[in-house]
């Protein structure tokens, strides 16, 4: 599965977009990039995932580049309830017996 | 209704004691996990099982036995408890195919 990398901290205003950026320059052709993030004390909460294409959903938006050696996921609208520590992961089925690996990922802390 | 609970939340104990968390989801999925959160907030896969099998047995001390009665439940049971223990326990589920877990509200556990 690749390594991911990301930023260990970020601050976003309220009501902005907040911006999370991940590298992942070793993801395999079949590997999906997961996002998932975890609000303090409580269980990890998955947000979006993608191959190739763009995707979005109801919480956010997830931005792959061309290359797939990075993504982007955008919270639009960034409120106090959005303070978490997110992660970026490769995931590919059969992959590490299809285990979820978590790094450090990014604490994000939104500010009014 | 809860998509994956466990109990108990909280479990407070003393060194040498044997104690289990149990661990339930009515998702329909057919695999589950077992994640350690220690006190650095690194998430760990300790077991992942299968229709009942176990598929993923990370480097975990055999004090640590997990027991899968059907595909609704995981259940961990920890022998001989010791400080290191100490850590917050998540349990989740998925779909063999997906990298789309569900968690769990954790279970603190403390050994004095």
């Known amino acids: 599965d690749a390594k991911t990398t990301q930023p260990p901290s970020m601050d976003c205003a309220e009501g902005r977009a907040a911006n999370l950026p991940c590298n992942h320059s070793?993801?395999?052709?079949?590997?999906?990039v997961y996002w998932y993030r975890q609000i303090h004390s409580q269980g990890p909460q998955y947000i979006i995932h993608?191959?190739?294409n763009n995707e979005t959903n109801e919480m956010a938006s997830l931005i792959i580049t061309e290359d797939r050696k990075s993504s982007t996921l955008i919270l639009p609208h960034a409120t106090l309830r959005d303070t978490a520590v997110y992660y970026c992961?490769?995931?590919?089925?059969?992959?590490?017996?299809?285990?979820?690996?978590f790094g450090k990922g990014t604490k994000l802390s939104v500010k009014p | 209704d809860t998509a994956v609970s466990q109990t108990p939340k909280y479990l407070v104990t003393q060194m040498g004691n044997d104690k289990s968390i149990k661990c339930e989801q009515n998702?329909?999925?057919?695999?589950m996990y077992w994640y350690k959160q220690d006190s650095k907030k690194f998430l760990k896969i300790m077991f992942s099982?299968?229709?009942?099998?176990?598929?993923i047995n990370e480097t975990v001390p055999n004090r640590f036995s997990p027991k899968s009665p059907d595909k609704a439940h995981l259940n961990l049971h920890i022998n001989s408890l010791e400080l290191g223990d100490s850590a917050v326990y998540f349990c989740?589920?998925?779909?063999?195919?997906?990298?789309?877990?569900?968690f769990g509200e954790g279970s603190r556990l403390t050994v004095l």
């Open positions: 993608g191959l190739k």
């Open positions: 998702l329909g999925h057919d695999t």
């Open positions: 989740a589920s998925s779909l063999r195919e997906s990298g789309e877990l569900f």
């Open positions: 099982y299968n229709n009942k099998e176990l598929i």
């Open positions: 070793t993801i395999s052709g079949n590997e999906y």
């Open positions: 992961i490769g995931w590919v089925y059969g992959g590490s017996q299809g285990n979820l690996i």
